[in-house]
């Protein structure tokens, strides 16, 4: 056993000789000295598995980082849990941020909890917060979202564009998490149309890690609901929600008249989607980077933000993008509808029934 | 020749070592980030006391999923269904030992059996399809992992058996500390490494006793190395394919215990579900040698571990992953160069020793 760990030292000093000379160059840069941040405030953020560059909502988290950088001047670091992670893994993730001297530490995923809740008791002084799930400590902010609320608003604008009276959901795996999105999807199109047709189907089961990342999979199902009529396509399912833009594309250039529903992101302004936008009426938008935003200047502030933040639409935590024009047909029905659910007089639920 | 044999089979890992640790280095200059420091603070950090009791854990996951298969392996047998195996074995083992109050030795007793049991019988669906109808394990394997995937998904979704442990996360319900098979701490305080490390040493040794020392060992290999000559030599070879998937299945249904038993004490839909690929590449690297392979877990589970601390300093992770990949094949290359030098060695010092003779004669 030592003997390996030996060898594999002798080796690793042998190729650094070996590399030495060709490195040289590169080095300068990484020693540019870094800016005295004013406030000194230094954010740690943990995506789980592969993290960003999902356009969805990992990015929105990123997005809510990027802005405090700008606009508070913090100084941020990123890292992701890799593919096969484990809570022992993430758990050393946040440790080592938390030993670094990030605070906060905001963990992007309800996958984090566990390990979140562990490293939260062994840093007390350091903020943590949590995004879609809910950990039971005094320095942990809790960030949850009533996406079911956000769901609704598309649900309404999808039954309103639809012309056909069928449309589709692509949900990532499936759990209670994304089954709100569904729910409130559903209740949302019935309440424009009771007799709409909703086509729905998962990417995954429950505990297949594999559902937010296959879009070739969400393209034959999305191909499969545009043959069967569906005209409106809603996807929330992270990564693999690119295969239903791709499938709605392909439909829309062979002259149907289709639409796509984003989420998390405005997806209509995401530039590794910009070749889809023109038929992304709207997205949920499930305000991640309002929420770790509020985090970081909270700290700033010096008055962290802890306990459950429940970032629901009286809060404009969760709402529907404006930003294509297509979407001013139905702004009005799901304005009025917003307001129902601000007032009370509309609860929405997160289970489908 | 003894000295020989060592030297030539820790040559072939050494230049395979060497080999994908200079390639490593050429990308990242490639992509811009210094050589000296990704490699020296993975060092640093890989040996630091923390790491290494997190890598020991890893690792301890990691040799029982390459044990797995390389049973299988030994005798041509392709179990791509370690993770199908592994993950409804720990999945049996949490559903048990949560509903159990008794000493700890006995709830262990317990687990051990019901997950190595659970996982002899999944991977005995996919020895009897082979037997009885000729279905190919590897594509059989392949499936039973999907269908393990949705069973657990029903079960812990759909059944009282899930429960929501914290918001969005549902699994197995906690098992008792009676239950659990934590650790002690040796290398450092506040992360023991699991007591499942010493259990797997043991199954280590017995793996190699079983394979060397008995009949049923030399039936295994000699089916291995050529089916027709075991058969004539009177080898069932039907018994000899069942009995062999269902120990792979049983090693296999231990996989997913060190995390549970020493981690988690729930089994939730976090819980990671590819061990059994993991099990295959060192399986490869280790040549199916219990040392071979102990180290191969220990080289893998390091460049995990040590990854977490790459992207703190801004390189991506997945260098480390390309490193695992590149370790594997220039190793399993280097073996073959090896070998076939070893043997044209052999030819011509035979050849040598031969005309010596004639030129006697």
């Known amino acids: 056993m030592l003997k390996g760990v030996k060898l594999a030292s002798i080796l690793a000093v042998a190729s650094l000789a070996l590399a030495a000379c060709g490195s040289s160059g590169t080095t300068a840069e990484s020693a540019a000295p870094t800016e005295p941040a004013a406030a000194a405030v230094k954010v740690g953020m943990a995506y789980d598995q592969d993290g960003k560059g999902d356009g969805s909502f990992n990015d929105a988290a990123f997005a809510g980082l990027s802005k405090a950088q700008a606009d508070l001047g913090v100084e941020i670091k990123e890292v992701n849990s890799g593919a096969s992670a484990t809570d022992a893994t993430r758990e050393e993730l946040l440790t080592l941020l938390a030993d670094g001297g990030y605070n906060p530490v905001i963990a992007v995923g309800f996958a984090y909890s566990t390990a979140l809740a562990a490293v939260a008791t062994k840093y007390p002084d350091t903020t943590f917060a949590i995004v879609d799930s809910v950990v039971d400590a005094p320095n942990v902010g809790s960030l949850i979202f009533a996406a079911e609320q956000g769901s609704y608003l598309t649900g309404v604008i999808a039954a309103s564009a639809s012309k056909s009276g069928t449309i589709g959901f692509i949900g990532g795996m499936e759990i209670d998490l994304i089954k709100a999105f569904e729910a409130g999807y559903i209740e949302g199109a019935q309440s424009v149309n009771p007799d709409i047709k909703i086509e729905s189907k998962y990417m995954g089961a429950a505990g297949d890690n594999t559902a937010w990342n296959v879009p070739e999979k969400a393209k034959t199902a999305t191909d499969g609901m545009i043959a069967n009529g569906a005209d409106v396509i809603y996807a929330a399912a992270g990564g693999s929600g690119l295969g239903m833009f791709q499938s709605v594309k392909a439909a829309a250039d062979g002259g149907a008249t289709v639409w796509a529903i984003g989420v998390d992101s405005d997806q209509y302004t995401v530039p590794a989607l910009a070749e889809y936008k023109d038929i992304i009426v709207t997205s949920m938008l499930k305000r991640v980077d309002v929420a770790v935003y509020d985090v970081i200047k909270a700290v700033v502030d010096g008055a962290p933000l802890v306990g459950i933040n429940n970032f629901d639409l009286s809060k404009d935590g969760v709402g529907y993008s404006t930003s294509n024009s297509a979407v001013s047909a139905f702004t009005a029905a799901a304005d009025a509808a917003a307001e129902k659910i601000k007032s009370g007089e509309v609860v929405v639920g997160t289970t489908v029934k | ?361």
Do not use: C, H
Request: avoid cysteine; hydrophobic fraction near 50%.
């Open chain 2, 1 to 361: 020749m003894n000295l020989r044999r060592i030297g030539t089979s820790l040559l072939a890992p050494a230049i395979g070592l060497f080999i994908s640790l200079a390639a490593t280095a050429v990308i990242l200059i490639v992509i811009g980030a210094s050589v000296s420091t990704v490699f020296s603070s993975m060092w640093n950090y890989g040996t630091s006391p923390r790491a290494m009791s997190l890598m020991l854990n890893l690792a301890t996951t990691y040799f029982l999923s390459a044990l797995a298969v390389s049973i299988g392996f030994k005798m041509n047998l392709f179990n791509i269904g370690v993770n199908g195996q592994y993950v409804l074995g720990a999945l049996a083992g949490a559903v048990v030992a949560s509903n159990l109050t008794l000493p700890t030795i006995a709830s262990l007793t317990i687990t051990l059996l019901v997950a190595m049991v659970v996982g002899a019988a999944w991977a005995g669906i996919a020895a009897w399809l082979k037997v009885a109808r000729g279905v190919s394990e590897v594509i059989s394997t392949i499936m039973l992992n999907f269908i393990a995937i949705g069973i657990i998904s029903y079960i812990i979704v759909r059944t009282s058996v899930g429960t929501e442990t914290s918001l969005n996360v549902r699994g197995t319900k906690l098992i008792p500390e009676s239950g659990m098979l934590r650790g002690v701490a040796l290398l450092d305080p506040g992360t023991p490494i699991y007591g499942f490390f010493f259990i797997s040493i043991v199954i280590g040794i017995a793996y190699w006793f079983l394979l060397n020392r008995t009949r049923f060992g030399f039936d295994l290999r000699a089916t291995g190395k050529s089916a027709t000559a075991a058969r004539t030599s009177g080898v069932q070879s039907n018994r000899m394919i069942i009995v062999t998937m269902l120990l792979s299945g049983a090693v296999a249904g231990l996989v997913g215990l060190p995390y549970l038993l020493g981690e988690t004490g729930t089994y939730s839909l976090q819980f990671p579900t590819d061990w059994g690929f993991t099990g295959i590449a060192i399986a490869l690297l280790g040549r199916n040698n219990p040392l071979g392979i102990a180290l191969g877990a220990i080289l893998w589970a390091f460049l995990d571990i040590s990854s977490g601390q790459l992207i703190l300093e801004g390189v991506p992770r997945e260098i480390s992953t390309i490193m695992q990949g590149l370790i594997v094949i220039v190793v399993v290359i280097s073996y073959e160069i090896v070998r076939r030098n070893q043997v044209k060695s052999e030819q011509t010092s035979v050849a040598k020793a031969l005309t010596k003779q004639e030129a006697k004669v």
